[in-house]
């Protein structure tokens, strides 16, 4: 999928989340530089409907945990981790078993992913606004969240 503008990358995420529920994991991948942050923060925004400058990068903590009404939802920055196990101490182990874990750079956890999770990469595009998104699916509740997407996507294309 193509998106040209940040806000069709933030509009991506907002359509994303009201299909997402307690236990889902899902992993951003792409180079520095390629929206995950921004895809995140639009989800979560979006989920908890929450004002944009409440809703920080977790670059330098590494995890941010957002507990609302509406779900609880952690999201990890896993750019700086040194290795898989150091996940532990950021208890990723609750956040898949009790929240919505949106995962920026998936590949770091190795082994310690879950079978079913949402893989969206991102990558630059032709332009400096523009990406490319490709949508992976691990498993049968990450197809069932990939489905829901495409059908929001096709309903408003």
Request: charged share 25%; net charge negative.
């Amino acid at each position: 999928m193509r998106v040209e503008t940040l806000a069709e990358t933030e509009g991506l995420a907002q359509r994303l989340s009201p299909h997402a529920a307690s236990g889902d994991v899902i992993g951003l991948c792409g180079p520095l530089g390629s929206g995950k942050s921004a895809f995140a923060r639009a989800f979560i925004r979006a989920r908890l409907d929450w004002p944009a400058e409440e809703v920080p990068s977790p670059t330098f903590t590494l995890v941010q945990l957002y507990e609302h009404a509406a779900g609880t939802i952690w999201h990890f920055d896993l750019y700086r981790l040194d290795g898989p196990e150091d996940a532990y101490e950021l208890g990723i182990e609750d956040a898949f078993s009790n929240a919505i874990s949106l995962i920026e750079w998936p590949e770091k956890l190795g082994d310690l992913m879950p079978a079913d999770w949402l893989e969206l990469h991102l990558a630059p595009g032709e332009d400096d606004e523009a990406r490319l998104i490709t949508i992976t699916p691990h498993g049968p509740r990450a197809q069932t969240l990939a489905g829901a997407l495409g059908r929001d996507l096709e309903a408003e294309g």
